[in-house]
């Protein structure tokens, strides 16, 4: 049986490397550790330092960083499929949905110190394997996450925040600055390759990446820096071979589709077939860290004791295709304490709430009692995912041909929808795989990043029904989409002053 990543831990060299890693980006983390080539000669010492990168994404119940919480949603809030209400402690979202952020905003430096922990960690257990006196090849699986965490936070870095510091090496020093998004672009590609060459197929534990994530990945790293504003045409074309890899190659990575798309949010299906890599909780998880993942409350509806952090816009929702993916999407009647059935559009926040991300967090015989976390694992891809890449970029690589068509098809049909119609132009298969990732991925987290690549942000603004509740106070323009770097780290640094 697999394990999950957490249960290997060694606790007393982790709690050591966590404390130098949870340290400000201006130190040096290994400082207090003792010689590295003498530290990290056993593997597991070098193991160890991989699961702090794995901690570091996951955050956990201090609520400051990495992906534990709903607030690192937070800088993705100026797309459709998110928004909140209008009062009450949800201002640092607001700032996202309105376009008026700030560099003072706390929540987002959620996702910023988390990646940058896994960032830290990771150079660290590249530059010290040096040392590591063990099987070449658990060397090399090692490395290989390395590379792969490394990218991963550096594309979610470059995502949100644009130009960011480029650390390759063990420690953060005050004196970098910012680097171009091209550089972070390229240092993305390159550690997903690397991660390609490194990973195995398979892993023994859940939770740790294989090749296929990797060239997943990878893809989607090639689509994203052939958009705004890198705007590498030639990347298409290798976002669309590599997504056809992994396509052609699925059963090596035992990847598929699920055959019902409301099937993927129960806890018995996480890390199905479907899930080429999600970050792994657990309540009870031994590495100390109390290590869950908050969905369930955050995205329920005050009338069920939620705490109301996000919902979707009323367009998006009324845009969305009727079907089983739209019922398994939202959840649009809510039920009382008192025995009240409450429509959404009688709801406090007269909106539809997410359903996808109740189980494990509430009893729906009574979804008023509800505990606010929930040990599901959160996927950051899934192999629905891979399948629309490859239909974008092979639409804009070599036109839409029956494979690009197939591709999409495939997901349309699972959520109970037609094939799309042969025979449009290029620029209206994109637009509907571009709508087709917003449906299938709403409330994933993906949606902002498709509208900037795609530069779509305005028109789906302008689509914004009047009667939602935070309104647009900031410019939707080019230099307005990007989040500000966290005060704090500007403070400590003013090369990182944008």
Request: one cysteine or more.
């Amino acid at each position: 049986m697999k394990k999950n990543q957490s249960n290997t831990i060694i606790v007393a060299l982790l709690a050591m490397l966590l404390a130098a890693a949870c340290v400000e980006l201006d130190e040096n983390p290994y400082g207090r550790l003792n010689n590295p080539e003498t530290a990290f000669q056993e593997l597991a010492n070098l193991d160890a330092l991989s699961i702090a990168m794995y901690a570091a994404l996951r955050g956990d119940g201090s609520w400051a960083e990495g992906f534990a919480t709903a607030q690192h949603m937070t800088t993705m809030f100026g797309a459709d499929d998110l928004t909140t209400i209008a009062g009450g402690n949800k201002e640092p979202y607001r700032e996202f949905d309105s376009f008026s952020k700030s560099a003072s905003n706390i929540w987002m430096s959620n996702l910023y110190k988390g990646c940058y922990r896994a960032i830290l960690n990771a150079n660290a257990l590249i530059e010290y394997a040096q040392y590591t006196q063990a099987d070449p090849d658990d060397i090399d699986n090692l490395i290989g996450q390395a590379y792969f965490i490394r990218g991963l936070s550096y594309f979610y870095l470059v995502r949100s925040w644009g130009e960011v510091p480029l650390y390759t090496t063990p420690g953060a020093h005050i004196d970098i600055g910012l680097s171009p998004v091209d550089d972070i672009y390229n240092q993305v590609v390159d550690d997903f390759l690397r991660a390609e060459e490194l990973l195995p197929d398979n892993q023994a534990e859940v939770g740790r990446p294989t090749s296929g994530a990797a060239k997943a990945f990878l893809a989607k790293a090639y689509l994203t820096r052939a958009g705004w504003p890198v705007k590498d045409q030639a990347s298409y074309a290798l976002a669309a071979s590599k997504a056809k890899e992994v396509i052609d190659g699925k059963s090596r990575w035992a990847y598929d589709l699920l055959a019902d798309f409301g099937s993927l949010w129960l806890r018995a299906n996480d890390n199905s077939t479907e899930s080429v890599f999600a970050l792994q909780y657990d309540r009870n998880t031994g590495d100390g860290a109390h290590a869950n993942h908050l969905m369930g409350t955050a995205s329920m509806p005050k009338e069920e004791n939620g705490w109301e952090d996000f919902f979707c816009e009323l367009t998006f929702f009324n845009e969305f295709p009727a079907g089983p993916r739209k019922d398994a999407t939202f959840r649009t009647q809510f039920y009382t304490q008192e025995g009240d059935t409450v429509p959404y559009q009688e709801s406090a926040a007269g909106h539809p709430y997410y359903a996808k991300f109740r189980d494990g967090a509430v009893d729906e015989q009574t979804p008023w009692v509800n505990a606010y976390h929930t040990a599901g694992a959160y996927m950051l891809m899934r192999y629905a995912d891979v399948l629309l890449i490859y239909a974008e970029a092979q639409a804009q690589a070599h036109g839409a041909d029956a494979t690009a068509y197939a591709a999409i098809n495939e997901v349309r049909n699972r959520a109970g929808l037609d094939d799309l119609t042969e025979g449009l132009a290029r620029e209206g298969f994109v637009d509907a795989v571009i709508a087709e990732r917003g449906w299938e991925f709403a409330g994933e987290g993906k949606r902002w990043y498709d509208l900037l690549r795609t530069e779509k942000v305005q028109e789906v603004v302008n689509k914004r029904d009047p009667s939602e509740q935070v309104p647009i106070i900031g410019n939707v323009t080019l230099d307005n989409l990007y989040a500000p770097i966290p005060e704090a780290e500007v403070l400590k640094n003013p090369k990182l002053a944008k």
